[in-house]
Nanobody
Framework: QVQLVESGGGLVQAGGSLRLSCAAS????????MGWFRQAPGKEREFVAA????????YYADSVKGRFTISRDNAKNTVYLQMNSLKPDDTAVYYC??????????????WGLGTQVTVSS
């Protein structure tokens, strides 16, 4: 059973940066494509970024392209989301997910519990 634990969230001013981490355990996690999603209060969960198992390909939502970078270290079973130039609209709970490359959350099999990111104006 794959377990995912996110960390690195917090409160930051607009224009600031945060780096989220997703530590994975159980199963052959290094063989999974991975994704980050986020959910703001009163809104549906939305796709943020995805990365293939090798790290060779990445994909981003238009809203974060050029500001966020997804990466992974398979030796550490960890996926990262570097978030720069943060905006108040980026405020949400951020979730790590495993096993797909898709932008649709229902296609992922494993999820973490999320980490809160709050961006103040």
């Amino acid at each position: 059973q794959v377990q995912l634990v996110e960390s690195g969230g917090g409160l930051v001013q607009a224009g600031g940066s945060l780096r989220l981490s997703c530590a994975a355990s159980g199963g052959t996690v290094s063989s999974y494509n991975m994704g980050w999603f986020r959910q703001a209060p009163g809104k549906e969960r939305e796709f943020v970024a995805a990365i293939t198992w090798s790290g060779g390909n990445t994909y981003y939502a238009d809203s974060v392209k050029g500001r966020f970078t997804i990466s992974r270290d398979n030796a550490k079973n960890t996926v990262y989301l570097q978030m720069n130039s943060l905006k108040p609209d980026d405020t949400a709970v951020y979730y790590c997910a495993a096993s797909s490359w898709a932008t649709t959350s229902s296609l992922y099999d494993y999820w973490g519990l999320g980490t809160q990111v709050t961006v103040s104006s």
